[in-house]
């Protein structure tokens, strides 16, 4: 792969390494999210799939290479993280929830306007809760406060949205309908990029993948990269966290992304087609 | 009827200190109460008692320096409450430790070295005047200092309601759609805080000055739902523990400041019993519903 100025909207990793007390969390890891894509990351627990999302956003500092947004700002880019971060008992409505996705339009004091108010009353009926807006956020099941979340997303209005887990915990129905909204994101040229377990759900709605097992094992069309081989080779990741592990040293890995003893793939398709 | 009148409005309508005393503590109630909400929100109720202690040393050295005298007790009582949040929370951001862990090795420290400086000049009447306040005794300057910090902490909160809340609710989404997430927010509310605190501890004296700030935010939050009502309610119940507590502390003859406190509690418990989401409807909650 050489060296190319990223194309607008795209979002162009350049041998990423991100560290936790500088043991890799995501080890020399390239590739490029086309504008409008949608792709899952994949990989096993501890494969570093929040942490490339949450190093996407620019929450974590890459430790060695780069992640190159172009003209993408933080505001063009929404990001919804795994349930747990947020605090349910808090005494908000739905509808002030929602009304949240306005923050990088409005920001900490500007107005958000009846216009506002009407767009975050169309994101809950795009999300099936048309009739929620006063209720408190404690009183829905984790299902709805998912579909809230989504509609939040929804309001945000990004040209990427970022995904971590979505679908955990969540019944089939749930699961469709909000699926369909990622459809949708995809047929108005978002990019999208989820975390995701379920093989099966991404084989049939994603078009391409990402396979992580902290470092890269595949980046492609998801037939290209759901291989039997790929997710041996997943499988085999230690989840290890060596305290005496050796420096990872500069001229192992030159900054092409070829020559890396961890590469053993066809860098072909780290490019997403 | 003159009777009730009399024990209800009389100590207020003849002495010029009660009023104070009234005025004072209403002065508090309008900037401690919501504060003290949103302290709970924040999984922080803990956090205000830690900060009463840590001003005391800044106290103490004002105390050296110019005796018992409001500015300098105030100005000490400031920064030193202002320094333990910012080490405090230095700390805790610089090494990964939990937040309560070092307020609580911070605020400890400062009430050692607190104690200590006082004991070394003090009287036992000095360390008494400190540690319970003297709602009773406070003079001009001092009600306005209690009013301009009830306004400036109004404003503020006002100001920075909405980040602080959103904060408050999902730090990661704010740190997602905005450069350094609610951290500034997070320290001003922090320096409201302490301002409130030293404000309440010339009324109420360092063993007390969080009273007026948790106790009726926590009974509220067994009446209300939502967030604006709660912050109402909290300072309408600070208001009445500190009328109901004076009049007790007159007509009972027992100290001002332990008083209110205690009729705050006492908002509490009531609240605790009978509110509408309390342990007697908690028990006696009549049939479900259909849906």
């Known amino acids: ?273 | 009827m003159t009777a009730v009148a009399d024990f209800l409005f009389g100590p207020f309508a003849e002495f010029a200190f009660m009023r104070r005393a009234l005025v004072a503590c209403c002065a508090l109630a309008l900037g401690s109460a919501p504060i003290g909400v949103v302290l709970m929100l924040r999984r922080m109720s803990l956090f205000g008692e830690a900060m009463s202690h840590a001003i005391l040393p800044g106290a103490a050295v004002g105390f050296l320096i110019a005796g018992f005298s409001l500015p300098a007790i105030s100005i000490g009582g400031v920064i030193a409450g202002l320094v333990v949040a910012l080490l405090a929370g230095a700390a805790t951001r610089a090494t990964d430790q939990r937040e309560d862990a070092s307020f609580a090795a911070f605020y400890l420290i400062a009430l050692a070295l607190g104690v200590t400086l006082i004991s070394t000049r003090g009287s036992a009447v000095d360390v008494m005047q400190i540690l319970f306040g003297s709602v009773l005794a406070v003079d001009d300057p001092a009600l306005l200092l209690l009013g301009a910090v009830a306004s400036l902490t109004l404003l503020i909160f006002a100001i920075i309601y909405r980040p602080l809340l959103a904060d408050g609710f999902d730090p990661e989404f704010l740190r997602s759609v905005q450069r350094g997430g609610g951290t500034l927010y997070h320290f001003i509310f922090l320096g409201l805080v302490v301002v409130n605190l030293v404000a309440a501890f010339q009324a109420l004296g360092s063993l007390m000055a969080v009273g007026l700030m948790m106790l009726p935010a926590l009974a509220a939050r067994y009446w209300c739902r939502s967030l604006v009502s709660g912050m109402l309610v909290a300072v309408l119940i600070a208001m009445l523990s500190a009328y109901c507590g004076l009049l007790l502390s007159y007509h009972a003859d027992l100290p001002s400041g332990p008083s209110v406190v205690l009729l705050g509690g006492a908002a509490y418990v009531l609240s605790l019993v009978f509110g509408r989401h309390g342990l007697v409807l908690l028990w006696h909650r009549g049939r479900h519903l259909e849906a």
């Open chain 1, 1 to 273: 792969m050489t060296r190319v100025a990223a194309v607008a909207g795209e979002i162009a990793l350049r041998d990423v390494t991100v560290a936790y007390d500088r043991h890799p969390a995501v080890h020399h890891v390239s590739g490029r999210f086309a504008p409008g894509s949608l792709t899952a990351i994949l990989g096993p627990n501890g494969a570093g799939k929040s942490t490339l999302l949450k190093a996407i956003v620019g929450q974590l500092p890459v430790s060695a290479g780069s992640i190159e947004r172009g003209p993408l700002r933080q505001r063009d880019i929404a990001f919804l993280p795994q349930q747990s971060s947020l605090d349910r008992s808090f005494p908000i409505s739905v509808l002030e929830l929602v009304l949240l996705g306005h923050w990088q339009r409005a920001g900490a004091f500007g107005r958000i306007g009846k216009q506002g108010v009407e767009a975050a009353r169309a994101a809950l009926s795009a999300v099936g809760l048309e009739g929620f807006e006063q209720r408190p956020l404690g009183t829905l099941s984790i299902g709805q406060a998912q579909r809230a979340l989504f509609a939040r997303v929804l309001v945000q209005d990004a040209r990427v949205i970022l995904l971590d887990e979505p679908f955990n915990a969540l019944d089939a129905r749930t699961i469709a309908d909000l699926l369909a909204l990622l459809r949708r994101w995809h047929a108005e040229k978002r990019t999208v990029i989820a975390v995701l377990h379920d093989f099966e759900m991404v084989r049939q709605h994603f078009p391409d993948a990402v396979y992580l097992a902290r470092r890269l094992i595949a980046w492609g069309k998801i037939d290209d990269v759901l291989t039997p081989e790929n997710q041996l080779a997943a499988r085999q990741m230690a989840e290890s966290w060596d305290e005496d592990a050796a420096l990872c040293l500069p001229h192992e890995h030159p900054s092409s992304d070829h020559g890396h003893h961890h590469h053993g793939h066809d860098h072909d398709h780290t490019h997403a087609a």
